[in-house]
Structures are given as structure tokens and as C-alpha cells.
């Protein structure tokens, strides 16, 4: 097992709800990478965070936003659901600086109805 | 831009024979090349990278790949398929611009074995 682990498994909301998923990174990671995967497609890069900061982002909307803990845990939140968030939601965590592969955790499956 | 392709939607092997899953890239710079795997409603486990080194690359599960700079490939190979190998196959490659790790992946292959 990796150790990242992710909540809730599944959810179900609204278009125009707010969503947080919550990721826990593996233990002595430091970064966190949250990626958006289609069905049928593969993960697409949302941003990462190191050391509490973003450090990079890909090409969602500002809507998408995040935050990294001091305990390295960390959060994805999504404002203004759209039925086109519908997706695996999946938090990885690495050790940037040591390491490059990322450890994935099982995901989060949102269904925007 | 930077990119990875896997140019198989599905990959059909008989248990025991030799399996190959394609994957080629394109980036600027020397790439870091990553094979993922995933079981239906599950995340991403992590099979093996290359970085630098040795072309041949030896990952979990008895899965090596092949990393072929003038072909700017990196296929996936197993010497003998199990039935338990089913399973969704993505390759990725570490963003080298601005972007902290990302890691930009291909469309997956969907590998069957059969008994």
C-alpha cells in the first residue's frame, strides 16, 4: 500500500454546490499533486503544493483551489460545480528533491448532477 | 509542448506469452519516464521510472521497460502475462517546464490476458 489516503470515497452533488476532498499524504512526503482523471482518460494535472504553497498549476479555472497543511494532509476545493467536474479526483504525494515518482491514493469520485 | 502517447486502447495477451505496452513521448530535455497501473476503481500504483541509468529498467510484478532515446519510446514488458495483469497501464513523463512535478500521462491501454 502507498499510504496516501483520500475522503469521502464517493459523492454525489449539485451544479452549483461546493466540494472539499481531503487528501493524507504518505508519511515524510512534502509535496502533494492533485490530478482530475475523465472517464476513459487519463489523470490531468490540477496543481501541486510544496511546503504549503502552490507549485504549480494546469489549466483549470480558478474555481479549483487547494491548500497544504503542515502536516502535509491537504485539501482540493471546488466552488460552482459544473456537470463537466463529474471525475476520479486523485491526490498523489511525493518527496520533491529526493524522489520523483508520485504515490497515488485510491481517489474520490464526484458525480455533479 | 510535451506529450505522451500510447498508441494501443487495448492490448490483448494470452496467459504466459510475452506482453508489450507502447508508450513514446515527446519533451524537451532528458525525460523522466514513469509506468503507472490501475485496477478498476482504484488510484494509480507505481510500477517504475526511468531517470538516468541503464535503458532497461526492472519495476514490481516482473514488469521491465525499455527506454529507446532515438526512438523516444518507452515500452512496457512483462516475459510472461498472468491473468491478474488485467488492468489499465498509463505511461507519464515529469513536466521539465515550470510546473513543479506534473506529470503529464498518455490516454492508458487496457491490457487483457487471457487464460
Known amino acids: 500500500e502507498t499510504g496516501v489516503t483520500q475522503s469521502p470515497t464517493h459523492l454525489i452533488k449539485t451544479r452549483g454546490q461546493q466540494v472539499t476532498l481531503r487528501c493524507s499524504s504518505q508519511?515524510?512526503?512534502?509535496?502533494v499533486s492533485w490530478y482530475q482523471q475523465a472517464l476513459g482518460q487519463g489523470p490531468q494535472f490540477i496543481f501541486q503544493?510544496?511546503?504549503?504553497?502552490?507549485?504549480g498549476r494546469g489549466n483549470f479555472p480558478p474555481r479549483f483551489s487547494g491548500l497544504q497543511f503542515p502536516n502535509y494532509s491537504s485539501e482540493l476545493n471546488v466552488n460552482a460545480l459544473e456537470l463537466d467536474d463529474s471525475a476520479l479526483y486523485l491526490c498523489?504525494?511525493?518527496?520533491?528533491?529526493?524522489?520523483?515518482?508520485?504515490?497515488f491514493g485510491p481517489g474520490t469520485r464526484l458525480t455533479v448532477t | 509542448a510535451q506529450s505522451v502517447a500510447q498508441p494501443e486502447d487495448q492490448v490483448n495477451v494470452a496467459e504466459g506469452n510475452p506482453l508489450t505496452v507502447k508508450c513514446t513521448y515527446s519533451v524537451s530535455g532528458n525525460p523522466y519516464l514513469f509506468w503507472y497501473v490501475q485496477y478498476p476503481n482504484r488510484g494509480l500504483q507505481f510500477l517504475l521510472k526511468y531517470i538516468t541509468g541503464d535503458n532497461l529498467v526492472k519495476g514490481s510484478y516482473g514488469f521491465e521497460a525499455e527506454f529507446n532515446k532515438s526512438q523516444t519510446s518507452f515500452h512496457l514488458k512483462k516475459p510472461s502475462a498472468l491473468v491478474s495483469d488485467s488492468a489499465l497501464y498509463f505511461c507519464?513523463?515529469?513536466?521539465?517546464?515550470?510546473?513543479?512535478?506534473?506529470?503529464?500521462f498518455g490516454q492508458g491501454t487496457e491490457l487483457s490476458v487471457k487464460p
Open positions: 498523489a504525494s511525493s518527496f520533491e528533491g529526493y524522489s520523483y515518482e508520485q504515490y
Open positions: 507519464a513523463v515529469r513536466d521539465t517546464g515550470n510546473q513543479g512535478g506534473k506529470l503529464i
Open positions: 503544493y510544496y511546503r504549503e504553497e502552490e507549485n
Open positions: 508519511s515524510g512526503h512534502n509535496t
